[in-house]
């Protein structure tokens, strides 16, 4: 499966970005209950990516659209609504 339909199925994300922050392992688990672990390996360094923010510069929308932009330039192999899952789940791990 390519990495981009991995991610999307793991963040729960839809075709804007979207993402459920509830259940992601789970949905990975179900789907490959044999190589879980392989899949999830193959993830983890796009799930490890992280966001330095200066909140005195920027606001919580804008350090996510300064992270989104830091994907889509370190990630070129990754499309548009993964890159804005992505940071979207940076987001709500900063609420």
Known sequence: MPINELL???????????????????????????????KLRQIAPYLQADHAPDWTQHDLPAESRLFEAELRQKYPELDASVVRALANRWSYGRR
């Not at 199925?9 to 990975?28: N, S, T």
Request: aromatic letters at 12%; zero cysteines.
């Open 8 to 38: 999307k199925l793991y963040l729960g994300a839809d075709e804007k970005g979207g993402y459920q922050p509830v259940g992601q392992a789970e949905r990975l688990r179900q789907a490959f209950p044999i190589d879980y672990a392989d």
